[in-house]
């Protein structure tokens, strides 16, 4: 017998299908969020792409200049020189671009899947022990109800599990017509019982 999702009364069955489909929808929402942040974030990572481009630039012209001038007789490696610390200051800054470039990739990446999955998994939390739980019981339940002929145990749960108020409705004493196998009340308790864990009783020669 496959697994029993949803319940068979109606309006447990529509509050279960509510919650799903705004699970669903609440997922969807922040996962439209973290690729928004995310499109959001990597701009942000232009003026280290700027950085980078003029340190390049700054540091090749700078040892081309370098090399030009140091080929000259006598003063060429003085005057190479200061050349050669702007370059590698253009270096420094090509670095220093390239590291905010990192920074900001890592960032447009891990915050938002880090919200993204917070905000799942709390919701996460609440509504799949819930729904695994109603799946738990109301298969066992229902398998139970196929397996067996009499919907006694259950009667015998109601009296056990639900609300005096619900139970006197049925009948004055009935842990005492329980006793005394009343038909009417012991269906009349399984029913209670059996709504309660959001499932009916299957008509007579229906199992």
Not at 58 to 78: C, I, R
Not at 138 to 162: I, N, P
Not at 192 to 204: M, V
Request: proline share 6%; aromatic share 6%.
């Amino acid at each position: 017998m496959a697994l029993k999702i949803y319940a068979d009364t109606g309006p447990r069955r529509a509050r279960q299908i509510t919650s799903d489909v705004l699970f669903v929808l609440w997922c969807g929402l922040w996962v439209w969020l973290a690729v928004r942040l995310h499109a959001l974030i990597v701009p942000l990572a232009a003026p280290g792409e700027k950085l980078t481009e003029v340190g390049d630039s700054l540091t090749d012209n700078m040892a081309s200049a370098g090399q030009a001038v140091g080929g000259l007789p006598f003063v060429g490696d003085e005057i190479r020189e200061p050349f050669d610390r702007v370059s590698q200051a253009g270096q420094s800054l090509a670095d220093a671009g390239r590291g905010q470039q990192e920074v900001v990739e890592r960032l447009a990446l891990f915050l938002p899947l880090a919200l993204a999955f917070l905000a799942i998994s709390v919701l996460l939390a609440v509504w799949l022990p819930l729904r695994l739980r109603f799946i738990s019981r109301a298969t066992a339940a229902e398998r139970y109800l196929h397996v067996a002929d009499d919907v006694d145990l259950f009667a015998l749960r109601a009296l056990a599990r639900q609300p005096l108020t619900a139970l006197l409705r049925i009948d004055a004493d009935p842990a005492a017509a329980w006793r005394r196998g009343d038909p009417a009340v012991i269906t009349a308790l399984a029913d209670l019982e059996l709504a309660s864990e959001g499932i009916r009783r299957p008509p007579p020669g229906g199992r």
